[in-house]
């Protein structure tokens, strides 16, 4: 078997290319792990998640896959000599592409058509029925395979002076840059494809401005406007929108200077507890994993679902998303009070 020390090569290859913007910080960890033995790591993600990684300094430098043919990628993977690579993502194309650009050491799952093509591979945990231990727990079981591990795994996030001078600029034209404000990060992937209710968002916004007597920030992407838009409308005063404004470095801007983040399990809420920002992140549904996928930081708490599903309901399916227009207010406040504790 290969070994880390293969020739003169000294570097590691993390793949986190897919899924969303969160599966990709909490991969990260993955790289601080391989500093533990390797002089330099990099990353291989999307195109949209490259300046999210860019700002995580467990990663030397971010190479995006561009869906490029995959002889192609490879080559551009193998100038640069990697002696290991961990596929997180786990792909037949992920698979092909980390042996043909012949990196002698490759991790990545166990039990699937390709996993042949992997030097070391590992059987996820959720694949055993484990639906508790936190996903970087899962994905440091990659590093582990090699000899790798990380004590400390709360993803990190630094915003740059550009970040910073952009978030100026944001929160000077929404009028929040003299005060302390609350974030609250009202949709997900899904909101945009499926009917969203506004209503159990607006009730929050208002209940939170009632109680903390801070202005509530509400973010979203540029495709969540209208739901950002209806929420502030909804809200009344307190509320200000703040949908698609941003990049995604001076959102983390605006996270960390905010007295707290309250939100539905997306990125966002990892880039705010890799910030430092006290977050709260909100688990609607009952099908959701909320131990799996916690934000992580010294300040972070969770709220679970309380709403009862229709029966065989999940997120990406449901038709009508009760458990949006019913959120738990009062335990949601109850869990923002306890981070800015």
């Known amino acids: ?86 596929v997180t993502w ?5 698979a092909r592409v980390v042996r043909r650009a012949r990196i002698p050491i490759r991790v990545g799952q166990a039990r699937r058509l390709y996993s042949g093509l992997f030097t070391h591979r590992v059987v996820v945990r ?21 000899g790798c591990d990380a004590a400390d795994t709360v993803p990190r996030f630094v915003p740059t002076g550009s970040d910073d001078a952009e978030a100026d600029r944001v929160a000077r034209e929404r009028g929040l840059e003299t ?31 009632a109680r903390f007597g801070l202005p509530v920030a509400v973010t979203g992407s540029a495709a969540e406007g209208s739901i950002v838009d209806g929420i502030c409308a909804a809200a009344g005063d307190g509320s200000v929108a703040v949908a698609g404004a941003t990049s995604i470095g001076a959102f983390g801007s605006l996270a960390r200077r905010a007295r ?5 399990t997306t990125g966002a809420m990892h880039v705010a507890a890799a ?23 010294a300040k972070t708490a969770i709220v679970r679902a309380s709403y009862p599903c229709h029966l ?30």
Request: negative net charge.
């Open 179 to 209: 005060q302390r404000y609350l974030i609250l990060h009202p949709s997900n992937a899904i909101a945009t494809k499926r009917s969203w209710p506004v209503s159990g968002w607006a009730a929050l916004a208002r209940a939170a401005y």
């Open 126 to 146: 959720s694949e055993r029925g484990d639906v508790s231990s936190h996903w970087t727990q899962v994905l440091l079981d990659y590093a582990r395979a090699i």
């Open 1 to 86: 078997m290969p070994s880390a020390t293969d020739g003169a090569r000294t570097d590691a290859l993390v793949v986190c290319a897919g899924g969303g913007i969160g599966d990709s910080l909490l991969a990260s960890v993955v790289g601080r792990a391989l500093h533990e033995r390797f002089a330099r790591v990099d990353a291989l993600t999307l195109p949209s998640h490259r300046a999210a990684l860019e700002r995580v300094p467990d990663f030397d430098a971010v190479l995006a896959d561009d869906a490029e043919e995959e002889g192609r990628l490879a080559e551009r993977i193998a100038e640069h000599a990697y002696a290991a690579a961990i």
């Open 260 to 264: 707290a983040y309250v939100g539905i």
């Open 275 to 297: 910030v430092g920002a006290p977050t709260v992140g909100i688990f609607p549904f009952q099908s959701d994993f909320p131990d799996r996928w916690a934000p992580l930081g």
């Open 90 to 94: 786990a792909t037949a194309r992920a």
């Open 312 to 341: 065989g309901d999940t997120k990406e399916r449901c038709s009508d998303y009760a458990c949006i227009a019913n959120l738990d207010v009062a335990r949601i406040l109850a869990a923002t009070q306890e981070v800015l504790r």
